[in-house]
């Protein structure tokens, strides 16, 4: 599987064929609403010329569900596949056009060319967001969404995960990095990835110290060399 971080808590998949995003957000929303938070690294224009095939929007704040970009990504006569919690559902299907929106409310399970996506728990402000699974069968990735450390997350999440990508910010409802590090240990994931911070902020990811963190490189690919497949 192909891996892409594209900034603040956006991720870029790429796996059998299908391109898969989430949480993109390439604007300059959030600085207009709040100048002091404003971009500290630049869009990647290239990246409304990829073929998305899913959108996964984990809630509704607008550095996860920002309307100026998702309108470029959903400006195309393909139809694409919407995947959001409750609010954010609401939220995303005004932006129009003939696309399939679905409801990804915690225990809903998509399967779409291989890649079964299934929403587990998170703990945010937003109520209905969600983490969730993203397995192709060859991995098992788990995208935590905006949340705090909740001991009840764990019941939702499979024994085998790959990677990890959790946010280690500690504003707006997020784990900060302690946190960050306990919770990624819980999940016994092989490899973990910290996400949601540079955007706004001048934070240290290195302060992310597990042995098995992997700092991200914003439009950076993360190659992962695939196992075999776990039914092999």
Same mark, same amino acid.
């Given at each position: 599987?192909?891996?892409?971080?594209?900034?603040?808590?956006?991720?870029?998949?790429?796996?059998?064929?299908?391109? +898969?995003?989430?949480?993109?957000?390439?604007?300059?929303?959030?600085?207009?609403?709040?100048?002091?938070?404003?971009?500290?690294?630049?869009?990647? /224009?290239?990246?409304?010329?990829?073929?998305?095939?899913?959108?996964?929007?984990?809630?509704?704040?607008?550095?996860?569900?920002?309307?100026?970009?998702? /309108?470029?990504?959903?400006?195309?006569?393909?139809?694409?596949?919407?995947?959001?919690?409750?609010?954010?559902?609401?939220?995303?299907?005004? +932006?129009?056009?003939?696309?399939?929106?679905?409801?990804?409310?915690?225990?809903?399970?998509?399967?779409?060319?291989?890649?079964?996506?299934?929403?587990?728990?998170?703990?945010?402000?937003?109520?209905?967001?969600?983490?969730?699974?993203?397995? $192709?069968?060859?991995?098992?990735?788990?995208?935590?969404?905006?949340?705090?450390?909740?001991? $009840?997350?764990?019941?939702?999440?499979?024994?085998?995960?790959?990677?990890?990508?959790?946010?280690?910010?500690?504003?707006?409802?997020?784990?900060?990095?302690?946190?960050?590090?306990?919770?990624?240990?819980?999940?016994?994931?092989?490899?973990?990835?910290?996400?949601?911070?540079?955007?706004?902020? /001048?934070?240290?990811?290195?302060?992310?110290?597990? /042995?098995?963190?992997?700092?991200?490189?914003?439009?950076?690919?993360?190659?992962?060399?695939?196992?075999?497949?776990?039914?092999?």
């Amino acid at each position: 599987m192909k891996i892409t971080w594209l900034g603040q808590a956006g991720l870029l998949f790429e796996s059998n064929g299908i391109k +898969l995003i989430v949480d993109p957000y390439l604007s300059d929303s959030v600085e207009k609403i709040n100048p002091q938070n404003f971009r500290r690294v630049p869009v990647k /224009e290239e990246l409304f010329g990829e073929d998305i095939d899913i959108i996964v929007i984990t809630h509704n704040h607008l550095d996860h569900l920002d309307p100026k970009t998702l /309108e470029r990504f959903l400006n195309t006569d393909r139809v694409l596949t919407v995947l959001a919690p409750y609010y954010a559902w609401q939220e995303v299907r005004k +932006l129009g056009r003939n696309h399939n929106y679905v409801m990804f409310n915690r225990g809903t399970v998509w399967t779409q060319n291989g890649i079964t996506l299934t929403a587990v728990k998170a703990e945010h402000s937003d109520l209905t967001a969600i983490g969730f699974i993203v397995d $192709d069968s060859k991995e098992k990735l788990y995208i935590t969404g905006d949340t705090l450390y909740n001991k $009840d997350i764990f019941a939702d999440l499979p024994q085998d995960i790959d990677t990890v990508f959790l946010p280690i910010n500690g504003v707006g409802n997020n784990m900060n990095i302690t946190d960050a590090k306990r919770f990624a240990v819980k999940t016994g994931a092989k490899n973990a990835v910290p996400v949601h911070w540079g955007m706004f902020d /001048e934070l240290d990811p290195t302060e992310f110290d597990l /042995e098995n963190a992997v700092i991200p490189t914003i439009y950076d690919c993360l190659l992962y060399t695939s196992p075999s497949p776990r039914d092999a």
